[in-house]
């Protein structure tokens, strides 16, 4: 099965084009699952707690939210432990139905690019000549700096595995334009000529819903470059950064979406794990007070994007 | 100590501005290695393969270069048994005298940049709230394609720890130039125009040689560009990939390095580790014949660039 038509029947089934960024914040995480860590080595302790966290937020919102992303930045931070953590957070996840997105921004040329799309998409050689996934995310994000053949590994990687990738198209923060809106000498932004690619490389990954595998990063903070993009890459999923904490609202992000209510997938992290509490109630809840807390947070999000598409958009699929 | 003090120190210690590419290579690595490995668990078994045949490597060399570059995908792709084998590479090849390139190619934003520049380059608090380093890697390689706000975490760890980062500026593969050379509204290609942020950055992070340890990635195969690079940032230490199996030879790095023969250190991979041997000869040589040789390919690239440089800069340093 295509992992975009995963994405979109999960998207039908719970009305719920939103996704939750699992991204651990040591800082953030409440005391409670911080109490009785174990400590014979201080990473391995967090990276117990990290994935006791993410385990319980995952069995909290597996029946709301089509996909999760973590990111690998906040495991990698704490080394092996913390990529061991990302892997059993990824399996978790799967196994409770859920798409994962990988959000870590690789990127490098020929065979180097090979092993990071292998390593996170595919399987990889063992000793014994046998092969067997590694991460073996659903998606991953990859940055195209350094031009068309340092991505082509991982649409090959996408077509042999049956996987996903989202370009970074246009990103959501505040200097994104230093290079990403450069115009170039036929007139489009570097953007609008990666859009243009990954349209072009689209077109053979496609699903039952007719959308592709191979997306593009598109941030809620601009949907006036949103709305070109969307036109340049009709088929493409869009992975919607930049909700809620960076600045973007439920009408910023509508331009991501086509006339369906599909195309896109609006991520949160922080609004759905973090601020809906104060750190003092962070220091004193329970465990199940945290969660439904975090229920209500995804809850809140899905109502407010969906009224909105539901509005706009008269020929919604779900 | 600066780190790019520590880089030069070692590179007129050996007389040699070449560094080593660890990038593991299961396929490649001699058979030697792989007959005894222990098979509990197929990612460990190739963790400990590639722990092996680094020390080995590193303790035949850590005379001859100044520093090693291991490319995280090669571990990585082998999760967190992989990463478990990057750490410990990082810590011989230091405990050695090495000084330590990580090739992520890292990128983000805001906090998550930071959490990748904290892993890398400084230190993660734990849950005690001590503050312990995790990969502790002397320089990180960064993709600027988000522009600088996203580069500015990175920067941030470079003055709190006392690091170094080499910015992608003018990378080596063929498609490099869709994106990095596109001329924009003030004349300057993206990779000029990076460069000159570089350049601006890099003035307060100057060591006792004058460089600056805010580097820049700048490939040995587009020669010409180096030529302009060089002089939009004076005082950057040049990480320069693409010699040797990627077809630049000890010319093509000429432009990269300034008068005194410092300014730049030279990547090499394949050709160090691997192919001075055939299929052949690695299915049956012993570690001895095989380190030998690596020590062999390790001279002779160093006579190379060595002779060339003193031919051409009269001023050199060393």
Known sequence: MNVVDKLIENTISTKNPSVIGLDPDIGKIPACYKVNAKRNNPFEAIANVIYEFNRDVI??????VPA???QMAFYEKYGSYGVAAF??????????????????????????????????????????????????????TVTPFLGSDSLHPFIEACEKYSKGIFVLVKTSNTSSGEIQDVVTSDGMTISQRIAKYVSEQ???????????????????????????????????????????????????????????????????????????????????CTRQEYLL?????TLKMQEDIYSVLKNEYRQMVY
């Open 68 to 70: 999760v992303k973590p």
């Open 87 to 140: 892997e059993k957070t990824v399996s978790y996840a799967k196994s409770r139905g859920l798409v994962v997105i990988e959000d870590a921004k690789r990127n490098d040329i020929g065979n180097t690019a090979g092993a990071y799309a292998d390593g996170h998409l595919g399987c990889v050689e063992l000793l014994a000549g046998s092969c067997s996934p590694s991460f073996d995310a659903d998606f991953l």
């Open 293 to 297: 807390s975090v229920r209500t947070a």
């Open 59 to 64: 069995d909290m919102v597996a029946d709301l």
């Open 202 to 284: 689209a077109g053979t990954f496609t699903g039952e819903y007719g959308y592709s595998s191979i997306g593009a990063v598109v941030g809620a903070t601009y949907s006036e470059e949103a709305v070109s993009l969307r036109k340049l890459m009709p088929k493409s999923y869009f992975l919607v950064p930049g909700y809620g904490a960076q600045g973007g609202g439920p009408k910023d992000i509508l331009p991501c979406f086509n006339e369906d209510g599909l195309g896109a997938v609006v991520n949160s992290s922080r609004a759905i794990l973090y601020t809906h509490m104060t750190n003092e109630e962070r220091a004193q």
